[in-house]
């Protein structure tokens, strides 16, 4: 059964600025360890590709805490929430998941969740759609 849905949509142009203003504090507070490094070695090799790249993690974790119902509050946080995408070679290879830490992990398990998300970008927008699961026996549970 569905838990919760949720969707963004980011102004490239508004997380250019951001970057323009804060550098790579921004990224910083906004991407996990890995993302952060995979932005900086998109940014560095292509920098428009670096800035759409964090308009979708943004968009993303946005779709994400509104489908869990919390937004912005405890314990969803920019940077326990990671967008990944599966390797080459697996069967849904670029598919975006999503990977929680922490607290959030811990809460997220707690209620037996599963998530879906969708991104998508063009030049001056990312978009996200994020769908959260519960099992009907959870549900019923409460």
């Given at each position: 059964?569905?838990?919760?849905?949720?969707?963004?949509?980011?102004?490239?142009?508004?997380?250019?600025?951001?970057?323009?203003?804060?550098?790579?504090?921004?990224?910083?507070?906004?991407?996990?360890?890995?993302?952060?490094?995979?932005?900086?070695?998109?940014?560095?090799?292509?920098?428009?590709?670096?800035?759409?790249?964090?308009?979708?993690?943004?968009?993303?974790?946005?779709?994400?805490?509104?489908?869990?119902?919390?937004?912005?509050?405890?314990?969803?946080?920019?940077?326990?929430?990671?967008i990944a995408n599966q390797p080459r070679g697996h069967?849904?290879?670029?598919?975006?998941?999503?990977?929680?830490?922490?607290?959030?992990?811990?809460?997220?398990?707690?209620?037996?969740?599963q998530v879906h998300v969708s991104v998508t970008d063009?030049?001056?927008?990312?978009?996200?759609?994020?769908?959260?699961?519960?099992?009907?026996?959870?549900?019923?549970?409460?």
């Open positions: 059964m569905i838990y919760g849905i949720g969707t963004d949509i980011c102004d490239v142009r508004r997380i250019r600025d951001s970057l323009a203003r804060h550098g790579d504090r921004f990224a910083a507070k906004v991407l996990s360890e890995p993302e952060f490094a995979i932005w900086k070695a998109r940014s560095a090799r292509w920098p428009e590709r670096g800035v759409r790249y964090l308009a979708t993690r943004f968009s993303a974790k946005e779709a994400f805490s509104k489908a869990i119902g919390l937004g912005m509050r405890m314990p969803m946080t920019w940077r326990l929430c990671e069967a849904q290879a670029g598919q975006p998941f999503i990977v929680l830490h922490g607290g959030l992990k811990a809460w997220f398990e707690a209620r037996e969740l063009e030049t001056d927008y990312a978009a996200s759609f994020c769908v959260v699961e519960v099992s009907a026996d959870k549900l019923e549970a409460k």
